[in-house]
């Protein structure tokens, strides 16, 4: 009995032995379709690898395009505190010599009042030495804004 056969070119062939042809020939088809495939992976890899490059030195760009309009010299930020998620305590550098303690969260900027240069403690913040002694000007400021918290 003779049978046809679709072989891996595409063609027919007649015959038992036709089939084992066929079937040797699209073994020989899928070992190489599956070089081709480790080949395919690898270039995607590297393309996937390229573009993550290539976004990663556009986002630093454009940081630094960023950067250099947001800085003004009339308005730093010095320090910012987290008090919450979502919420920061930030003192704020407004003209020559004047200091803002905001709050700032997702709705709203609050100041809790201002400082003077003579006020603000200098040093590093990084050393972790001794604590930090309070300025009386800023206690006063941080019992006034506490005792009004409680009222409410």
Same mark, same amino acid.
């Given at each position: ?12 062939? =007649? ?81 020559? /010599? ?8 997702? =709705? ?9 240069? /003579? ?6 913040? /990084? ?12 206690? =006063?400021?941080? /019992? ?9």
């Amino acid at each position: 009995m003779n049978f046809l056969f679709l072989t891996a070119e595409g063609g027919w062939a =007649e015959g038992l032995n036709a089939k084992q042809n066929a079937e040797g020939a699209a073994g020989a088809a899928v070992s190489a379709n599956h070089g081709n495939s480790i080949g395919q992976l690898l270039m995607v890899l590297f393309v996937f690898f390229c573009v993550v490059v290539l976004c990663y030195y556009v986002t630093r760009y454009l940081a630094g395009i960023q950067k250099s309009k947001s800085k003004g010299r009339n308005l730093q930020i010095i320090e910012v505190t987290g008090l919450a998620s979502g919420s920061y305590l930030q003192l704020v550098k407004a003209g020559k /010599d004047k200091y803002y303690v905001l709050a700032v969260s997702k =709705e709203n900027v609050t100041k809790i009042g201002e400082l003077t240069a /003579d006020e603000l403690l200098e040093g590093e913040g /990084d050393e972790e030495a001794e604590l930090p002694v309070v300025p009386d000007a800023f206690r =006063e400021l941080f /019992d006034k804004v506490r005792n009004k918290n409680k009222k409410a």
